[in-house]
């Protein structure tokens, strides 16, 4: 089944997440039920925050299309599509900084240019509940970093350049009250 999305202006998208203690049928279920609602809205991504929900966990699925660095080469060959982020943590990165495009399902057609660290390396558990490492590039390195941002209360407004949010801050607004209202 999949789960209504929160929007931008609910508040639980500001809380910090809550570890989880034990991956459990719990957790396995509330993953599936975030992948069923993660592929009907077509996103790449999607936080346990966003359907309301306080774990510390995220699904990331790059399509391979969508994983062709600029020389039309795969970035992550090796790694395999869907993931579950359980606990996660940066745990480094290089200094080089990519600038793209970014949306988030909680942002319904907004987007904006955000600054995220090209490479990164993160540690998580697994829906097995085992400790993993993953060295991640470009769309996948992004999609790691917005989300993980969502388990901390970072969105993509806090991201945006001042200049992007003057330019969208009617849409803004107007989102904050529609989330209202359906509240
Ligand atoms: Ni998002």
Redo the contacts with the bound molecule.
Sequence with gaps: MSLPICTYGNPILRQRAVEVMSVNDDIRDLAKEMFETMYKEQ?V???AE?VGRTERMFIVDIPAEGDLGDDGQRENPGIEMPLVFINPKVTGHTEDIQVGPE?????PEIFANVERWYEVDAAYIDLDGIPQTIHAKGLLARAIQ??L??LDGV??VDRMSNVKKVALSGKLKRLVKETKKAL
């Design positions: 996103g991504g999607l936080a966003q949306g988030c399902l909680s942002f917005h989300e941002d969502h969105l993509l």
